[in-house]
């Protein structure tokens, strides 16, 4: 618990999940072993296995700043290139892959990912989904679960946002966000209840070891969580995203929400109190419609739209963003309601140039520099 006494609070860290994936076709193939096994022994800190071997996680270490981890991600994505060429293997991002069959994915094999295969059988080999995940630092483990209470109510704004994955197993899904989807067949990756204070965060990690629902508290997956490994405030709502434009909106927002939310609960002005079957509905048509479907604003119960909510979300962090020198994201997230999202892209391609295209374009248009 310690871990959430930060002397540094608000540095960030970034995780990207990368589609590993022919050059020639565009489809998925299973180099994540010679991935580690080509790492010398500073780098194999910043990687990590996923569930299956076509697909491989970076993270970058604890940053100071939004830009000092935009740096991270892309040294991180030329040293995966450069594997790449060695191994025949180009990344691919987006939230889903668009063509590749689940049955032909291979686990990785070792005791953590074995056991999560054994839990969920045909699902497990089903996920073949690929997120951002988003960690802000906070001080103090009581701030940290009030913090994730109140920011529950932004989840559906990001995931709208970041939307990237409308296509799965040669599918047109009709979805934005199918990755939300096939992620949330498994259990413990819903939107968090409400908790009255840490230890009752802590009961039900505790409560799940001792009945054998986890191992070990990081499977829990929901999609906002106190993470207490790190002391931070994890954000996993998001797809996938090739923009490295995009991946600084999200971790600016990220940050600046944090940051305003902290503020608020030391003030005793905090929201974080809301009805759940709202924030439900609003993540579902985040993940399914465009920025003009109605939703219920989670603080006044009218009724509203994604776009207004994500208006909100702005104005709310507006002075954080200013305190992190981060106001130039405004830009990048106006740019999205007016002309999509990367799935939006995605389905343009595809209407362009069928899934042979857009496979050709989700490996050859990734950004590898700022």
């Known amino acids: 618990m310690n871990l959430f006494n930060h002397k540094n609070p608000y540095t960030i860290g970034i995780e990207e999940e990368y589609m590993l994936c022919s050059p020639h076709d565009g489809e998925l193939v299973s180099r994540a072993d010679e991935i580690i096994n080509s790492l010398n022994s500073e780098m194999i800190k910043r990687y990590s296995y996923e569930l299956i071997l076509s697909e491989i996680e970076i993270n970058t270490s604890v940053c100071n700043s939004v830009d000092e981890a935009l740096e ?3 040294l991180l994505r030329n040293n995966t290139k450069n594997i790449g060429e060695k191994y025949d293997f180009k990344i691919g991002i987006s939230g889903t892959h668009p063509t590749s069959k689940c049955e032909n994915q291979k686990f990785v094999r070792n005791d953590s ?5 054994d839990q969920l059988q045909y699902y497990a080999r089903r996920n073949i989904t690929f997120s951002n995940h988003i960690h802000v630092a906070v001080d103090g483990k009581e701030c940290a679960i009030h913090v994730a209470n109140s920011l529950r109510r932004w989840i559906a704004p990001l995931l709208a946002l970041s939307a990237n994955s409308p296509f799965f197993e040669g599918e047109i899904t009709g979805l934005r966000s199918s990755r939300t989807f096939q992620f949330s067949a498994f259990p413990r990756t819903n939107i968090p209840v409400y908790f ?6 802590r009961k039900i990690i505790d409560h799940y070891i001792k009945s054998k629902t986890i191992e070990k508290p990081r499977q829990i997956w929901w999609k906002i969580r106190p993470h207490i490994d790190y002391g931070t405030i ?8 090739r923009s490295i434009r995009n991946i ?7 940050q600046a929400l944090v940051y305003t939310a902290v503020e608020e609960y030391h003030s005793g002005k905090l929201l974080e109190k809301f009805n759940l079957e709202y924030l439900f509905d609003a993540l579902w048509k985040a993940s399914r419609f465009a920025f003009d479907r109605e939703i219920i604003d989670p603080v006044s119960e009218n009724i509203s739209t994604i776009k207004t ?4 979300m702005l104005e709310y962090v507006s002075d954080a963003l ?26 343009k391609i595809f209407s362009e ?7 050709k374009y989700l490996i050859n248009k990734v950004d590898y520099q700022i």
Do not use: P
């Open 309 to 312: 909510q994500i208006n909100l």
């Open 196 to 201: 009255n204070e840490f230890n009752d965060y």
């Open 113 to 117: 990912y074995n056991w999560v295969a």
């Open 234 to 241: 994890e954000f996993r709502v998001c797809d996938a995203q």
């Open 72 to 74: 991270e991600i892309v």
């Open 353 to 359: 140039s069928g899934f042979t295209g857009l496979k």
């Open 248 to 254: 600084k909106m999200l971790a600016a927002l990220s």
């Open 322 to 347: 200013v305190q992190f020198n981060n106001t130039d994201v405004i830009n990048d997230v106006e740019n999205i309601i007016s002309h999509g999202t990367e799935g939006d892209g995605q389905i």
